[in-house]
């Protein structure tokens, strides 16, 4: 099996409307002799509690440090490691939960996050998620790998409402799961092989909230395109989302995992311009 290059690309904005960021995002690759792995996270704040934005950045922290303390013994056994790293993730997660709890106790408080992760191990990948925002991955079609927790959701799956319904109702908003209000959690997993030119999103609901799949197509088709355009690729993402007057904050993570090949000759085209000029 072939190495593989995680081309990524990720922005995150306070919006049109609001004074603070309440989102936060993780971005870390890694890789060794064998193996090509990334984590790649997006945490929503509450903002209809207090300390939203505090929530967030504790979930990215403890995500960061688990990320640098665990990574490496779970990596040093390769036959156990889906295994591994399901286990520690949901770990994490209740960690997280109880310190956002107990900071919120302290400080006489409300705070409350999403997390949704993606963890991606050569041509793999791993899912743990709690809240609305998303996880998507664009190939051929527009494929949603979260589940909303949100009191919309569950009705429209109880066939109480519809998709349209549910898309304008005055409780879509309303969650069900998160970090640190619930000292029950329902962790969503999901998991999967990487297929050919995949483009994952990881995104809060102020990025996916006006958009429909023909945009998320395009904006997948931007990093296939313009894998070494950096974080400019979700800057103008975010820009297009403005405009159409999103008055959230708005996060946005793509990660294009391509063959170590087209990465090799993406590099020798940039080299072979650089003589040309």
């Given at each position: 099996m072939s190495k593989i290059f995680l081309y990524c690309s990720s922005s995150t904005d306070a919006g049109i409307a609001k004074e603070?960021?309440?989102?936060?995002?993780?971005?870390?690759?890694?890789?060794?002799?064998?193996?090509?792995?990334?984590?790649?996270a997006v945490a929503d704040g509450m903002g209809g509690l207090s300390h939203g934005e505090v929530a967030s950045r504790m979930a990215c922290d403890f995500l960061n440090s688990w990320w640098e303390e665990e990574i490496p013994h779970i990596l040093n056994n390769e036959k156990k490691l889906f295994e591994d790293l399901e286990i520690s993730l949901e770990k994490l997660f209740n960690k997280v939960n109880r310190e956002i709890y107990e900071f919120a106790s302290q400080t006489g408080e409300n705070a409350g996050t999403t997390l949704s992760v993606l963890f991606i191990y050569n041509s793999e990948f791993v899912i743990k998620h709690i809240g609305d925002s998303r996880i998507y991955r664009i190939g051929k079609e527009v494929e949603q790998l979260t589940y909303d927790h949100t009191w919309v959701s569950f009705q429209v799956s109880s066939g109480n409402l519809t998709h349209d319904e549910a898309k304008i109702h005055p409780k879509r908003n309303i969650l069900t799961q998160c970090l640190g209000v619930f000292s029950e959690l329902d962790i969503f997993t999901n998991k999967g092989i990487i297929e050919n030119d995949d483009v994952f999103i990881i995104c809060?609901?102020?990025?996916?909230?006006?958009?429909?799949?023909?945009?998320?197509?395009?904006?997948?088709?931007?990093?296939?395109?313009?894998?070494?355009?950096?974080?400019?690729?979700?800057?103008?993402?975010?820009?297009?989302?403005?405009?159409?007057?999103?008055?959230?904050?708005?996060?946005?993570?793509?990660?294009?995992?391509?063959?170590?090949?087209?990465?090799?000759?993406?590099?020798?085209?940039?080299?072979?311009?650089?003589?040309?000029?």
């Open positions: 603070i960021n309440q989102d936060s995002i993780l971005v870390r690759t890694g890789e060794n002799n064998c193996s090509t792995y990334g984590i790649f809060s609901d102020g990025f996916y909230d006006k958009l429909n799949d023909n945009d998320f197509h395009k904006g997948a088709m931007l990093i296939r395109e313009k894998p070494l355009y950096g974080n400019e690729l979700a800057k103008d993402l975010v820009s297009f989302v403005k405009r159409r007057e999103e008055r959230d904050n708005i996060s946005i993570i793509m990660v294009y995992p391509k063959s170590k090949s087209l990465a090799k000759t993406l590099f020798e085209r940039i080299k072979t311009f650089g003589k040309r000029s």
